[in-house]
Nanobody, 128 residues
């Protein structure tokens, strides 16, 4: 059974930075699709970034975070990260990581949110 555990959420001021972590348990595949998503109160869930965990580690970012957020991974720790810089109040949301051992169509899942495994979320609050 795949389990994902997010951490790193906090309250910060606009312009600040945070790094979210997503520790994965229960699988050890060399090629899989993982992503970060967020949901603000009263809004639909939004894709933030997705990545194929392979030697190329191709990524796809939402336009709203391009140039500010970076998705990365530490294979030794089986952990996915989201480095968030130049945070804005509109980045306030619950952030979730997601994973699938099937990486086919990973790029498009930023919009489809088609993942079988999800974490419980970590809250990010950005004040102006």
């Amino acid at each position: 059974q795949v389990q994902l555990v997010e951490s790193g959420g906090a309250s910060v001021q606009a312009g600040g930075s945070l790094r979210l972590s997503c520790a994965a348990f229960g699988y050890s595949y060399s090629h899989y699709c993982m992503g970060w998503f967020r949901q603000a109160p009263g809004k639909e869930r939004e894709g933030v970034a997705v990545t194929v965990i392979d030697s190329a580690s191709s990524t796809n970012y939402a336009d709203s975070v391009k140039g500010r957020f970076t998705i990365s991974r530490d294979n030794a720790k089986n952990t996915l990260y989201l480095q968030m810089n130049t945070l804005k109040p509109e980045d306030t949301a619950m952030y979730y990581c997601a994973a699938d051992t099937n990486y086919v169509g990973c790029w498009f899942r930023l919009q489809s949110h088609d993942f079988p495994y999800w974490g419980q979320g970590t809250q990010v609050t950005v004040s102006s």
